[in-house]
């Protein structure tokens, strides 16, 4: 029997994070004289108030380790949970939406996707601004926990391969868990301090600096404009990429690196292939797309590294026209958010070192076509990948891949068409946060999609999040049952 307390206790506690969280915004409306600070206010205490009679009511069921089923129900409750109350300053205040739709709004900022169903965000008050940034800069942090140590523990989708190669690394350079929490919250902080001083150097207003910031280093996406990074082309598009790229590079790396071991980050086989596709995908779309326009070959390069490095980072920032380009940069577009970045960060999708492994599994297995008697293990970086590892990724793989054909099924009978259908799930599984279709060029936005879609793709960012096995094990009656 599972004791779900300390389950309780633990989501307990992070909502009374979340209320303090709440009091930043609504300090800042109330600064500027906007109503809707009573709003946020209210929202605090609602959470708070929930939080803490949640954690003293379950605070008897303190004092053991965490098993493994006790593991994934808490990486579970808190993604699904925490976006009830993270909707409440939506719902309650600007833009007064209604719960499916604050729901989405979310999901969507604390699983770092970038999509969104509010148009007009120009308008909004500061606070609720500022209030979409935290949720992205609260999400991916969370996620980096989650990916550097829950996850390798877990196994989820081949993620175990890390676990002497990450978490055991930590525990060899870093005894305590609290050291790490430390470390990585220092470098977080540090990398969105960074990208905000660096913004704010190139013109952006405060506001639009510090959301910018939180959302390029958790590769979140949550924009304070409409337009996006389109009042800060040049300088800005440039910038915005290297914080991205930045943002989607391994944590356990940074961490490393701080404790003074660069050499980790330079010889990471993953940082490199990642830095190889992402080159080769820039490159060929700018030849094509200079190839076949009259834009000079800066603003097409310019633009192509920005989009596709919001991409395949799974940020969801864009600039231009870049969206309606389409063509050949559409299906570059669609495989590399498909691949996404380095596992061990806040970027999604199925990864670069998955990429990595099933190439390798691919290659040995034409090799044993073409010499059946040869047996040669697969390997990465040296390191002899184990059966357990490549059974685990191949069924990821699969499972990733069946659940973007479902959905988009399931989307297209909620009566959107099939193009909207196939990249809001895309999109949604891959927390990239672009929007492409008939349905999103209105706006930008899923607003105007059906409930019934929104709650698709909901489900659809929840599960990519979360690396789709966390949820499925929680369906099984065996899980129960252990």
Known sequence: MVDFR??????????????????????IDWSVGDENASALLF?????????????LATVNGLGGSFDIRQAYLLTAVIWFG??????????????NLHFTEAYFEAVSGITTTGATVIYGLDGMPPGMNLWRGLLNAAGGLGIAFVAMIF???????????????GFDTFGKALPRATDIAKQLLGLYLGLILAAGVTYAAIGMTPLDATVHA????????FSPRDASFNPYVGAG????????FLGSLPYVRYVQLINGDMRPLWRDSQIRAYVKVLGFAVGSVTLWRWLTSDMEFEDVFRESLFNLTSIMSSTGFFTGSF???GGYM?????????????SGSSASGLSVFRGQLMWAALVQQLRQIVSPGRMAPVKYEGRTVGPDVLDALILYVAGFILTLGVLTVAMTLTGVDTTSSLFAVWTSLGNIGYGFGPIVERTGTFVDLPDAAKWIMTLAMLLGRLGLLTIFVLVLPRFWQR
Not at 82 to 95: H, I, K, R, S, T
Not at 153 to 162: P, T
Not at 330 to 342: H, K, N, S, T
């Open 82 to 95: 925490l976006p009830v109350f993270a909707g409440l300053p939506f719902m309650l205040g600007v833009p």
């Open 151 to 165: 996850l390798p523990v877990m196994r989820v989708g081949g993620m175990q391969f890390f676990r002497t190669e």
């Open 214 to 221: 939180m959302a390029s280093i958790a590769t979140g996406g």
């Open 330 to 342: 559409l299906v570059v577009a669609f495989v590399i958010g498909m691949i996404g970045a380095c």
């Open 323 to 325: 969206p309606l380009w």
């Open 237 to 244: 598009e440039y910038l915005g990429a290297l914080f991205m």
């Open 6 to 27: 300390p389950i309780a206790y633990v989501f307990g506690r992070i909502l009374i994070v979340m209320a303090i969280l709440m009091l930043g915004p609504a300090a």
């Open 43 to 55: 929202s605090a205490l609602i959470t708070g108030g929930i939080g803490g009679l949640i954690a």
